[in-house]
Every structure is written in structure tokens, then in C-alpha cells.
């Protein structure tokens, strides 16, 4: 089951409070509670910061989790480019938008975004190599 949207974005905020804000404007526009998991300076250009949050999906059918994904995320920026990194019984969905490439944000500051959704566990322990 596709549980969640997790989010990633780099953005032009001066502390955490900031941060904060973009992420609360993110989730008025998503309709959604919007949780902030992570925030910290991108070591490359250290005027923007690295944002992970977490919104809710909610859906077990591959077509209608991408489809909602993208109604959500197409509320924050267009264009969108959409991939699919594994093919298989797993089902896993990327997108991003980068204002480089002429994408349009409908907060301020933000520069990249990207969202992830797979119906796979979210276990990050499970990842590690021992």
C-alpha cells in the first residue's frame, strides 16, 4: 500500500523557523498535515537548505497513488518529470521539478522539489549492510 508522499526540496530559508514556514505554505496548497522530518544546509550551495517532509497518500493501486501524487504536486509546481526506478511486483515512483529547467513554484524560495511513493515498507534499518 502506497502510505505516504515523502518530499525533498532545497529552498532558500535563512534557519529553521523559516523552513518551517515553506513547509506549512507546502501543506496549505497540498490540503494535507504536513510533517517536517528533516531540515539542514546543502553542504554545495549553503544559501539553501536541504527539506524532508511527509504527507499522507493512502492508496493501494499503483494508477491512483500516482495519479493523486501528481494532483498534489502539480498544486506546489509544473512541469513535472516522472520516473519509475524499478520495475517489478514493487511498484516505486519518483518525480521532480527544477526551477533550472523551467519549473514554477508556487511557494517562494523554493528552487527543487522532488516526491517519492512505493508501496514497499518504509524501514530505513532494513537498508543497512551489516
Known amino acids: 500500500m502506497f502510505e505516504a508522499i515523502r518530499w525533498r ?37 549553503p544559501e539553501l537548505a536541504e527539506l524532508r517532509f511527509v504527507s499522507p497518500l493512502g492508496c493501494s493501486a499503483p494508477q491512483d497513488a500516482l495519479l493523486i501524487t501528481l494532483q498534489r504536486a502539480w498544486r506546489v509546481a509544473t512541469p513535472w518529470s516522472v520516473s519509475n526506478p524499478e520495475a517489478g511486483e514493487r511498484h516505486e ?38
Not at 511557494?107 to 551489516?130: H, K, Y
Open 9 to 45: 526540496c532545497y529552498a532558500r530559508v535563512a534557519n529553521r523557523r523559516s523552513a518551517e514556514r515553506v513547509v506549512g505554505r507546502i501543506g496549505e496548497l497540498l490540503a494535507h498535515t504536513v510533517e517536517l522530518e528533516g531540515y539542514e544546509r546543502y553542504w554545495k550551495f
Open 93 to 130: 515512483f519518483e518525480g521532480v521539478a527544477s526551477s533550472n529547467v523551467g519549473a514554477r513554484f508556487r511557494v517562494a524560495g523554493i528552487e527543487w522539489m522532488e516526491f517519492t511513493i512505493t508501496d514497499r515498507e518504509q524501514n530505513p534499518l532494513a537498508d543497512r549492510v551489516s
